[in-house]
């Protein structure tokens, strides 16, 4: 194998920096599940079928990519964002409900300050009408 080979248990991917040669993706001994030729060209293991060769080759991308460092810290940012998101939502929503309480707390207080004038109109009226 070249040194550009990641091969764990479950995954098993070949290619060339140079793209001179095939890239290899998966193993059924004695040859690969799947070739890109540098010419363009894709071979496949005779002994699958069409629709084995495809879910084989789409297990062994995803699970590289899953052990992929920079996949996992990919997946981790994403986690991040969705839980800021979410946070974020509750802020408005918190945010709404204090809005919510200021505007009743200040109409509260014109009410409670038109409440005193009236009082206050009334009392000069009794007082004219007394006289």
Do not use: C, F
């Not at 550009?4 to 993706?25: F, G, H, L, P």
């Not at 059924?28 to 002994?47: A, F, K, N, Q, Y």
């Not at 084995?52 to 297990?59: P, R, Y």
């Not at 969705?82 to 409900?97: G, H, S, T, W």
């Amino acid at each position: 194998m070249t040194n550009n080979t990641k091969q764990s248990e479950e995954t098993y991917i070949r290619w060339s920096v140079n793209m001179n040669s095939a890239i290899e993706v998966g193993q059924i001994e004695p040859e690969p599940i799947l070739t890109i030729h540098p010419d363009g060209r894709v071979t496949t293991s005779p002994r699958l079928k069409p629709d084995e060769i495809s879910a084989l080759v789409l297990d062994q991308i995803k699970t590289a990519w899953l052990k992929d460092a920079q996949a996992t810290k990919i997946r981790e940012l994403q986690d991040r964002i969705k839980r800021l998101e979410e946070e974020n939502d509750e802020m408005r929503a918190d945010l709404l409900l204090w809005g919510d309480n200021l505007r009743l707390q200040q109409r509260i207080n014109r009410l409670e300050e038109e409440n005193e004038a009236l009082r206050a109109d009334l009392l000069l009226w009794n007082d004219k009408e007394s006289k």
